[in-house]
């Protein structure tokens, strides 16, 4: 008996401390059609088509065959420079690897700069056909963007569609990205 209350208790406090303050990105604008969706710490929200889905704590894909996605977009925030080995030290994100690259390395064809708007501020969104890569890509129709939030902290998105003429609704999908505001 006496457990179950602590742990009952314990689970009261939990909720509590997870709830309290935490900022929550607001409702974006969506197309008709489209709705709207917030990453898994409600910190980032976009609008994402019908038949998109959850496809990672900050991912939504178009789902294939098993438990692939046939076009996807994650969106992301890191801190930098912390977190810029994960985006292989380079900055603005590039969808081909950099001349420092060792292994698992990727090329690019039918390259495109965009500036794009995203969450409020001027970003870069690169797209092209990649091929290599971690995925072993073969021609396959890639975004990257970034753009800078503060200081210390950086956007970053990454995509992948089947056809090419996919990757302007992930870009949509990325102009209409909100961030939630840090209580100060």
Known sequence: MRSSVFYGSALVLLFAACSRDRPVAATPDCP??????????STTSLCVPPDFVVAGASAWGRPGVGTSFVDFLSVELVSWPRDSMSLGGQWPPHVASGANCLADCATADSMTVHVDTIAGKEGRTEV??????????RR???????????????GFAQGWATQAATLDTLR???RTVRLAQAKS
């Open 32 to 41: 008709s059609s489209w709705r709207a969706a917030w990453s898994s710490d």
């Open 172 to 174: 949509a999908m990325l």
């Open 128 to 137: 092209g056909l990649a091929s290599g890569g971690m995925p072993g890509f």
């Open 140 to 154: 396959k129709p890639v975004l990257e963007a970034g753009w800078i939030v503060g200081d210390s902290v950086r």
